[in-house]
């Protein structure tokens, strides 16, 4: 991996460190965690979120090197087991850039079977996006059949929201982006960021 491709990687460290430390005071004053407080999987409406990601692109015969990126998403939760969202993911180094817009259904187990035992601020969910994506790779790599490839891809997710107050939240997420590209495999990607709903 190249120098600026570490340097991205260490500003997307950097900004998150900087988002967590800006988000304590906040939280303080908000009386965070409170559950009394913090609707949970009763609230309806929409929603926004900004993630800090890192990731790999996985072309085929090519080595993976990482990537640091972002994401951003809006989505509307329907019912406390459900919501619709989309998507726009961003990977990037020195050599290789993807991007993705998805959309598509995101489930929260617990809130269709009513679970106690975990507080409602703390949110696990899958994901399932389809949508269309772009591979772009240095030719001067020897790669020229992968350069500026677009693809149909599908998004599959795994994470957690935590609802610091009944409007701010974070969210941690894991998983892939499966490309239907004959020559790139997709990417995998872990992304830390903030939400709001409204």
Do not use: C
Not at 16 to 38: G, T
Not at 107 to 125: D, N, R, S, W
Not at 130 to 141: A, K
Not at 162 to 182: K, P, R, Y
């Amino acid at each position: 991996m190249k120098r600026t491709g570490i340097i991205r990687i260490v500003y997307a460290g950097l900004m998150a460190a900087l988002f967590f430390f800006a988000v304590q005071p906040i939280a303080a004053r908000a009386q965070a965690f409170d559950e009394s407080k913090i609707r949970g999987y009763d609230y309806t409406g929409f929603y926004g979120q900004l993630g800090a990601a890192v990731g790999e692109v996985h072309a085929r015969g090519d080595s993976d090197d990482a990537s640091g990126g972002f994401t951003i998403t809006g989505g509307y939760r329907m019912l406390p087991w459900l919501s619709i969202e989309g998507n726009f993911t961003y990977l990037g180094n020195d050599d290789d850039e993807y991007f993705a817009f998805t959309g598509g259904p995101k489930f929260y187990p617990l809130g269709a079977f009513k679970v106690e035992a975990v507080p409602h601020f703390i949110q696990p969910y899958g994901l399932i996006g389809l949508g269309g994506g772009q591979f772009e790779t240095d030719p001067r790599r020897g790669r020229p059949d992968v350069h500026d490839k677009g693809s149909f891809v599908a998004r599959f997710i795994v994470g957690s929201d935590f609802w610091v107050t009944d409007h701010f939240g974070l969210f941690v997420e894991g998983g892939g982006h499966a490309a239907s590209q004959d020559h790139v495999d997709g990417a995998g990607i872990f992304t830390l960021g903030g939400q709001y709903r409204f």
